[in-house]
């Protein structure tokens, strides 16, 4: 853990310091999208190929979709357009520590697919 000992602002920052070498290796790029997929356009639930039973075992049990039978019209219509129907959730009240395991978790990421390209010198983002 990080401790400061210098002056310190009301401000909510905190620096790192890596290393690179070269351009992201294919496998960087590839691992990354995923990630930015999952994390950011939510996990997929439903799909063209889901049975009715499946689509309304899902309207039962998320909350999301069960107050809503206009939502619940547009996921049947996304549906039959043939997309698939991801969900996902931001929490605002824990953004700043949210931010904070999306770095690390594309640092680790970049480490375990970079071939020796990528490394993470202080990479403690908690103070």
């Given at each position: 853990m990080k401790i400061r000992t210098d002056f310190v602002?009301?401000?909510?920052?905190s620096s790192f310091v890596i290393a690179r070498k070269g351009e992201l290796t294919q496998a960087q790029k590839d691992a990354l999208i995923k990630f930015v997929e999952r994390q950011f356009l939510g996990e997929p639930i439903l799909t063209p190929d889901s049975t009715e039973e499946e689509i309304k075992k899902e309207f039962e049990d998320n909350c999301y979709l069960s107050d809503s039978e206009?939502?619940?019209k547009e996921v049947?219509?996304?549906l039959k357009k043939g997309m698939s129907v991801y969900i996902g959730d931001v929490v605002f009240e824990e953004t700043e520590y949210r931010l904070a395991d999306i770095y690390e978790n594309v640092w680790e990421i970049m480490e375990q697919t970079g071939a020796?390209?990528?490394e993470g010198i202080d990479t403690d983002l908690s103070y």
């Amino acid at each position: 853990m990080k401790i400061r000992t210098d002056f310190v602002t009301n401000s909510s920052s905190s620096s790192f310091v890596i290393a690179r070498k070269g351009e992201l290796t294919q496998a960087q790029k590839d691992a990354l999208i995923k990630f930015v997929e999952r994390q950011f356009l939510g996990e997929p639930i439903l799909t063209p190929d889901s049975t009715e039973e499946e689509i309304k075992k899902e309207f039962e049990d998320n909350c999301y979709l069960s107050d809503s039978e206009d939502r619940q019209k547009e996921v049947r219509e996304a549906l039959k357009k043939g997309m698939s129907v991801y969900i996902g959730d931001v929490v605002f009240e824990e953004t700043e520590y949210r931010l904070a395991d999306i770095y690390e978790n594309v640092w680790e990421i970049m480490e375990q697919t970079g071939a020796d390209s990528f490394e993470g010198i202080d990479t403690d983002l908690s103070y």
